[in-house]
């Protein structure tokens, strides 16, 4: 199993920042794939970026240039560097990682995000 624990969510202003932080813990070897996703009421579940053991990123299209994510693979995080939020951002957030053949998914708990002035 893999635990995956959120940090950083809150409230901020149109225009501001926030950077979202995941621990990886437990059985961690043979991730392949860290990612964040994003969720409101009534909605599904959508991607935001993702990142590979290599480096290799993929953004969603309405976070491009916005959002950056970068993952330290010594210390088991994975971030989510968030600019220029929009109140449309406002959502929970989720911390994903994939781990093996077949891939098996692992989800963090979510951690609020709130933009509005």
């Known amino acids: 199993q893999v635990q995956l624990v959120e940090a950083g969510g809150g409230l901020v202003q149109p225009g501001g920042s926030l950077n979202l932080s995941c621990l990886a813990s437990?059985?961690?070897?043979?991730?392949?794939?860290m990612a964040w996703y994003r969720q409101t009421p009534g909605k599904q579940r959508e991607l935001v970026a993702l990142?590979?053991?290599?480096?290799?990123?993929n953004y969603a299209d309405f976070v491009k240039g916005r959002f950056t994510i970068s993952r330290d693979n010594a210390k088991n995080t994975v971030s989510l560097q968030m600019n220029s939020l929009k109140p449309e951002d406002t959502a929970v957030y989720y911390c994903?990682?994939?781990?093996?053949?077949?891939?098996?998914?692992?989800w963090g708990q979510g951690t609020q995000v709130t933009v509005s002035s």
């Open positions: 994903n990682a994939r781990r093996g053949l077949p891939s098996t998914n692992y």
């Open positions: 437990g059985s961690i070897i043979g991730i392949y794939l």
């Open positions: 990142i590979y053991n290599d480096g290799r990123t």
